[in-house]
Structure formats: structure tokens, C-alpha cells
């Protein structure tokens, strides 16, 4: 008896935990661990889409390293001991420094899709933007959620059916719109074309191999109805359910002859907030300024369409000093850790924008993963910030970060 008061004394076990889900996460440490169980549940195509992109995927791979060529400065023997991670965004409060960015087709990942994103962005006061090519419609988001939601648009060649989008996120409560300007065509993504991927996933005899090998989504593939572009499914115009590639589709609906002119219509038809994503060089940045835009996400589609296409962290610092503060200026693409979002902010990003970050974590577990992620950010960011000496987002500034050569 008495050794087992002893050992009660140094030892505490564990509580067993029967949720296979939940006994991932407990050892999952960052982004890169949701990422690696991500891949263990999907389908190789469908982690493959989520995953890939352009070409050689050097676009992929530098929007991440480029955050490693970034190093902190960090001030001692401040008082940290209150950190506030929130911000203004267009005048309202968020609680962090980022946005959840648009990712397509999210159903792929998990049967909830983008519902599980909008009810994460809710839960945590954080803006939620929509995809154009999203598996849950314009209204079901809305549905699901009381939270700020944007909505990411492509410029249709048939400008009735963008105005038919626009009447319904009017009446659904969106506030802003981002305008992708980076799919004149689409990039190759050479993943997609090994695999014959479409959107929906077509079934052939590789795909039930793969689906018997990766039970947990198969599982939550087939009890659920057929994935569709769920904002244009009902539209004659619009794919609906029939299984496409993605490609064929963009070149289909997509207008590629777009010019500046077609911003301007957007923000007569719009009137309201209006985001140009996909800026990768100064000079369209300083053009956005002049046209009276509220923002600009700096994109490059996370590397899926110009491979050889700059790293946006690399773009931040010489925008923001040419445009002054005359518009929002949004980093978006390669963000895997908090630290990544206190660099950009100390360049000039007024926020940055999170996509691939949270697919990865609605693919390793719906809307527990998405949740995991963004706790992940926001602990990594708030650690960040104590170990550099600044409380609160304002007092990051550009003497925190030195680019090394």
C-alpha cells in the first residue's frame, strides 16, 4: 500500500479517450500534423486537390518557405502579461487578424463542408468568406451562421446570372465581395490531371479501391446527398450536379476577356464593400488604390494557377508603401503558423487570410479539425506576440521583423 501511494504521488494517468478523432488531435502539435492526418483519411485524389498545385508546385512551395526568410526581433522586459489578438476589419471587431479564405468544392473534404468553416467563423468572431464554387449554396451558409460572411466571386460571362448571385447575397446578409482575378484560365495542376479528378468525383474502379482503404470517408461520402456547385446547381445556366473537370468548367463560365472596366461594373452592381484578389505586383495594387476599391487580397490562388508567381509575404512590404493605407490590404497564401501572421502584419498587411490551413484541418476531421486549426493560429499567434514584446495588433511594427538575403 505504501508503494502505491507513493507512485500515486509522482504518477497521473491518463483518462482513456475512445473517439480515434479526438486521440489524433491530442497529438497533434501544428497545421503540418492536421495536414499529415488529413492525408491519412482522404482519398489520395482528394487530399491531392486539397493539397496541390500549379505545375511544379514551386509557387506551393515558396508561399510557405518564404515566411522562413522572415526573422523576428524581439523586445524584452515589456509586460505581456494581457495579449488581445483582435482587430478592426471595415469597421467591425474580429478576434483575430485573419479571415477564413474561400476554398471550393469543401464538400470533398467532409460531408458538412462549408457549413463546418461558417460555424467556426461564428463561434469565434471571425469573418468567413464564401466560395463561388462552394458545395453549400449562398443560403445555407447564411443559415447556419449569424457571423460576418464575404463572398468570393469570379466574373460569369453571363452578367444576369452574376447578378442573380448578387440579389441573393443581398438578401442573405453578405457584406463583401472578392473578385478573383487570377483564372483568366486555369493553371495546370498536374496532381488533378494524374488522377482524371472531377467535380463531383467520378467513381471508377481506382476510386473504390481507394474509398475501401479510406473507410471513415467513404463512409461519410455515401450517406450523404451528391456533391454539386451548390450556388449554381439549380441555375440553367450553372453545372449543376453533372461531374465535370474543373478546368473544362472555368473555361466554360469564366470570362476571360475581363478588364479594370469589369471592377467598375461590379462596384455599380455591388454597391457595396469590394475585395480585388489575386494582386501579385505593385502596379496592380497602386491601380486598385486609384479605382476606390475597399481592399486587395495579395494572392497567387495558393500557387494553383502561375507557377513561378511570387510568394504574397514577399509583395506586402512594397504595396503597402506605395498605397499609403488608401485601401485593405489582405496577405493571403502559405500561412501555416501564427508567427506567419505577426510577419506579415509587422510589413504592412492590414490581415491576412487563411485557406488551406483549415481545409486541412475539415479534411483530418470536419468541424472539429476546422476549430483545431484556427486555436492552433490563434495560440501560435498570442505566443508570438508575448515572446516579441508587443500586447495588442497595433504595436506590431516593421522594426520587429528584419528579411534576410
Known amino acids: 500500500m505504501g508503494i502505491f501511494r507513493n507512485l500515486q504521488s509522482v504518477v497521473r494517468f491518463r483518462k482513456p479517450q475512445f473517439s480515434r478523432t ?4 491530442e497529438r497533434a502539435a ?42 523576428l526581433r524581439p523586445r524584452i522586459l515589456r509586460d505581456v502579461s494581457a495579449i488581445d489578438t483582435s482587430t478592426t476589419l471595415l469597421g467591425q471587431k474580429t478576434s483575430l487578424p485573419f479571415i477564413l479564405a474561400p476554398t471550393g468544392f469543401s464538400r470533398i473534404a467532409q460531408s458538412q463542408g462549408e457549413l463546418a468553416v461558417a460555424r467556426v467563423a461564428d463561434k469565434l468572431g471571425l469573418v468567413y468568406c464564401h466560395s463561388t464554387l462552394a458545395t453549400r449554396s449562398i443560403e445555407e451558409v447564411s443559415a447556419v451562421s449569424n457571423g460576418q460572411q464575404w463572398f468570393q466571386v469570379y466574373m460569369w ?33 498536374e496532381r488533378d490531371v494524374r488522377r482524371g479528378f472531377t467535380l463531383p468525383p467520378k467513381i471508377g474502379l481506382d476510386t473504390i479501391v481507394d474509398g475501401i482503404l479510406h473507410p471513415s470517408w467513404t463512409w461519410d461520402f455515401i450517406r450523404n446527398e451528391p456533391i454539386t456547385f451548390a450556388n449554381v446547381a439549380t441555375d440553367s445556366r450553372g453545372a449543376g450536379g453533372t461531374a465535370v473537370s474543373l478546368s473544362a468548367y472555368i473555361n466554360e463560365q469564366f470570362d476571360p ?16 464593400p469590394l475585395f480585388i484578389k489575386g494582386i501579385q505586383c505593385t502596379e496592380d495594387a497602386v491601380i486598385a488604390s486609384k479605382i ?30 506605395l498605397v499609403q493605407g488608401q485601401l485593405t490590404i489582405i496577405c493571403e497564401g502559405g500561412i501555416r503558423r501564427g508567427s ?9 498587411a492590414d ?8 481545409f486541412y484541418g475539415l479534411g483530418a476531421a470536419g468541424e472539429l479539425g476546422v476549430m483545431r486549426a484556427i486555436e492552433m493560429l490563434k495560440d501560435e ?9 508587443v500586447r495588442k495588433i497595433s504595436e506590431i511594427t516593421r522594426d520587429l521583423v528584419k528579411i534576410r538575403q
Request: glycine residues 10%; proline residues 3%.
Open 381 to 389: 499567434l498570442t505566443r508570438a506576440m508575448a515572446l516579441s514584446g
Open 22 to 25: 479526438r486521440r489524433r488531435f
Open 257 to 272: 476577356s475581363i478588364t479594370w472596366d469589369a471592377v467598375e461594373w461590379l462596384q455599380a452592381e455591388w454597391n457595396g
Open 292 to 321: 476606390g476599391v475597399a481592399g486587395i487580397m495579395v494572392s497567387n490562388h495558393g500557387g494553383r494557377q502561375l507557377d513561378g508567381s511570387p510568394a504574397p509575404i514577399d509583395l506586402i512590404e512594397p504595396i503597402a508603401q
Open 340 to 348: 506567419d501572421i505577426l510577419k506579415a502584419i509587422a510589413l504592412g
Open 351 to 358: 490581415i491576412c487570410a487563411v485557406g488551406r490551413a483549415h
Open 157 to 189: 460571362r453571363d452578367r444576369a446570372m452574376l447578378r442573380d448571385i448578387l440579389q441573393r447575397l443581398r438578401d442573405s446578409g453578405y457584406t463583401a465581395l472578392a473578385l478573383t482575378v487570377d483564372t483568366a484560365v486555369l493553371g495546370r495542376r
Open 30 to 71: 501544428n497545421i503540418d500534423d492536421l495536414r499529415a492526418i488529413a492525408k491519412r483519411r482522404l482519398p489520395g485524389g482528394i487530399f491531392d486537390y486539397i493539397d496541390g498545385g500549379a505545375e511544379d508546385e514551386w509557387s506551393a512551395r515558396n508561399n510557405v518557405a518564404a515566411y522562413s526568410r522572415i526573422e
